[in-house]
Every structure is written in C-alpha cells, then in structure tokens.
C-alpha cells in the first residue's frame, strides 16, 4: 500500500491516540460473547427479507478494505465538511444493504455498547453473506477500529471500473500484495448478486467504440443481454451476475469458461494468460476455488492503514468529541 498512508500529522496524532489493534480470532470472547452470533442471526434475517442484501453486504469489504484499509470509512455519511465515499464513482446507483449494517449496530450497541468496531461488523457480515448463501465458513480476525474521516477521491482513485480489464485489476490487487490467484478467486464473489445494465451497455453494443459488440461474449448470450437491456432503455435493470445467483458456487467460473460472464472485467479473467489458467482451476475444482476463496478474503481483510480510529456509536457518524449538547 501507499506510504502516504502512515504520514499523519503530530497535531492529528495528539488529538487521537493511535492504538494499533491487533487482529485476532475471538477478539470479542470477553468484551461482547455473542458478537458473531448476533451478527450471523441479523444477516440471516436480512437475507430472508431481501436475498440481495447477502451480495450487496459482502461486496463491503471489497469497497471498504481497498479504500485506505478495512476501517469502515465506506459507511460513513458525506458531512458539510467532508464527501465521503458513498458517492465514489465505483460506489454511488451500486452499492446497496447499508441499513442491514445499521441493523447489526443497533442489536450490538443493545448488548455490548461501544465495544464492536463497524470495520469490524463488515468483515463479519460479509463472512456470514458467503456462508449463508451456500459458500463456506471460516474463522476472521478482529480488532478493527473505524476510521474518523472518509474521502470519495480517494475511492474514485481505486476502486475499479467493471470496464476494466484484467490487466489493470492485476496491477490494482499487486499494490496491495495480492496475487493473481488472489484476484481470480476473489472475484468468484460474483458468485451471488447481480448487477446493473449500465454497468455493460457499452460492452454488448460498443466495446472497442466501433459499434461492435465485445467479441468474448457466447452469441446466445448476446442475444439476452440485449434483450434484457436493450439500447437507449432503462440502465438500472439488473442481471444475474451467474447462472445461480442466490448460491456461493463455482458456477461464475464455468460461465466464463464458456463466453457468458455478465460484466468486462468478468470475461477478461478467462481471456487473459495470467488470469485463464485460474479461471480453468476454478471452473473444474469447486473445493480449490472455496479454499482459495477464504484465504483471499482473510489477507483483504489484514489491510490496514495504520490511521487512528475509534469505534463508532453509529456506523453512518463519527463520535461527536465536543460542543455535543450544541448538535
């Protein structure tokens, strides 16, 4: 990551005590017990409620940890002083499921206040998305504090177009030590969810700007990507980012294999040398895929920025430090 990222300055360090955590399985064994089964009985109840909220909550931790580390800034509301990163390019008509976070907070402040960071509920939650959704279980490591400030140029700087291709999302996972095998794995979170036409109006009409339709694409499938968003119509229209959207499986791979991933930067995987042989693996060995899957996640989730933080009352605000009673 950026060095810029520890240069803080000895005025801001003074106000804000830099306690670095330590990340740790069972973190909250002592402080707050039932954490995890708290957070995994609200998402199980989101996901009834609305089967989305499982993609749109795990997609967090990819917004969240790739943005100056896994601090929760994403959460954070813009302020008159302050854009934050909800309405990032990557971020804004996209990511969805913030109020199943408010939900999570508001059933842990209940129980044990101001003891379970938000940085920390996202990596949880989205944990709990996978494994609720068919994919697999695996312990995660907390200690996260909440970040005192967000930024959206920063988000914009980052964060992928799904108009990229693999070349750049290999250099984007390698400036934060992740490998290819990670990028690929990782990617097979679009093993749930969908997404929005405007995300791939331009691949299916105009990829190369020659009027021409991405060429990777399985001509089947074409013919209903076009349909479901047909030129000039409504671009918020979604489609399933794989055949089996509501299941954590290897499903996204095979699709790939065979000309039919829903967005560019999907496709490119199968397309590109460094990616293919991955996308191959994956496609043919579920188990490798899974494997590979956790421990992908489990690295995303060690980036930290080495900021100073607290743990937020409210995962939309930061704690109010003084003249309280004036708000």
Request: aromatic share 8%.
């Amino acid at each position: 990551m950026s060095h810029n990222l520890f240069l803080l300055p000895l005025v801001f360090l003074a106000l804000f005590p830099v306690v670095a955590p330590q990340l740790r399985q069972g973190y909250y064994s002592d402080t707050c017990p039932n954490a995890e089964m708290i957070v995994r009985g609200e998402m199980q109840k989101a996901m009834i409620k609305d089967p989305r909220s499982g993609a749109s909550v795990m997609r967090f931790q990819f917004h969240d940890c790739f943005v100056n580390g896994c601090d929760a800034s994403l959460l954070l509301d813009d302020t008159p002083t302050m854009l934050g990163e909800k309405l990032s390019l990557s971020n804004i008509d996209s990511l969805r499921s913030y109020e199943v976070i408010d939900k999570i907070k508001e059933a842990l402040e209940g129980i044990c206040p101001m003891t379970v960071s938000c940085a920390d509920i996202i990596i949880m939650a989205s944990r709990d998305a996978v494994a609720v959704s068919g994919g697999p279980f695996w312990e995660v490591k907390l200690g996260r504090l909440d970040s005192l400030s967000a930024s959206q140029k920063d988000s914009d700087d980052i964060m992928p177009s799904p108009r990229a291709n693999a070349s750049m999302l290999i250099d984007l996972f390698a400036r934060f030590n992740l490998s290819v095998q990670d990028l690929v794995a990782l990617s097979g979170s679009h093993s749930i969810g969908n997404a929005r036409c405007f995300s791939i109006v331009h691949r299916i009409y105009n990829q190369s700007d020659d009027g021409k339709p991405d060429p990777s694409i399985e001509p089947g499938f074409l013919k209903k990507l076009q349909e479901l968003c047909p030129l000039g119509g409504d671009e918020n229209v979604i489609g399933d980012l794989d055949f089996t959207p509501k299941t954590f499986d290897n499903e996204y791979f095979k699709d790939l294999v065979n000309g039919k991933g829903f967005l560019n930067s999907d496709q490119t995987l199968f397309t590109n040398p460094q990616t293919r042989e991955y996308v191959q693996r994956y496609s043919e060995d579920q188990s490798a895929f899974l494997k590979d899957f956790v421990e992908g996640m489990i690295k995303l989730g060690d980036l930290q920025s080495g900021r100073p933080g607290e743990i937020r009352k409210n995962c939309r605000v930061v704690n109010c430090k003084k003249n309280c009673d004036k708000l």
